[in-house]
């Protein structure tokens, strides 16, 4: 199936007779890649639909007024990011829990998932990853997992450059130290 532009979904969004169609063009060229970028940062299946949801009605909603100064698919990220990292923070405030108890937490979910088909390593690198500050885990999924340009992820985050590759850099020592400790236990 040939890939839809961006530009072809933006413009039949802006009439009303191809407005439904358009948005169904936008969620089969994206939802699947927001589902696991999202999915990464709050690791449950089911707050990762519920977010995705969230994610494509804020779009819905905004689509129209979408000024065409960034990327669409920076734009939808920056979305699905903001709301992964509002809803952690409403789970660390509502719980009243340090951040990396909300780590453990979502290491224990990320254990017990069902969705969770990975093997040891896979599940290790996981565990590693919510070990990070969240704005490393963030750079590294979007880096690694989605392969995004250092450019791309700074105008998503609003992050120089610069403060990326430091970031992610960092953040490849750390994993690969707790990936290397032998006391980890599965």
């Known amino acids: 199936m040939k890939q839809v532009e961006d530009s072809e979904i933006l413009e039949k969004f802006s009439d009303v007779k191809t407005r439904n169609e358009a948005f169904n063009l936008l969620l089969n060229k994206y939802q699947q890649k927001i589902y696991w970028h999202i999915r990464r940062?709050?690791?449950d299946h089911d707050d990762a639909d519920d977010l995705v949801q969230d994610v494509f009605i804020?779009?819905?909603k905004n689509l129209d007024s979408f000024r065409s100064d960034?990327?669409?698919?920076?734009?939808i990220y920056r979305i699905a990011t903001n709301e992964s990292i509002t809803?952690?923070?409403k789970k660390k405030q509502r719980n009243n829990t340090p951040l990396d108890e909300v780590s453990d937490e979502l290491t224990e979910t990320l254990v017990a998932s069902s969705y969770f088909n990975g093997d040891?390593?896979?599940?290790k690198?996981?565990?590693?990853l919510l070990t990070l500050p969240e704005k490393q885990r963030l750079i590294f999924n979007m880096k690694y997992f989605d392969e995004l340009k250092y450019e791309e992820i700074a105008e998503i985050t609003g992050t120089s450059v610069?403060?990326?590759k430091a970031s992610f850099h960092i953040a490849v020592k750390k994993i690969e130290v707790f990936m290397l400790n032998d006391d980890i236990t599965f």
């Open 162 to 164: 610069g403060a990326l």
């Open 120 to 123: 040891k390593v896979q599940l």
């Open 58 to 60: 804020k779009i819905w």
């Open 87 to 89: 809803f952690l923070n």
């Open 41 to 43: 940062l709050v690791i």
């Open 125 to 128: 690198l996981q565990q590693a």
């Open 70 to 75: 960034s990327q669409l698919y920076t734009w």
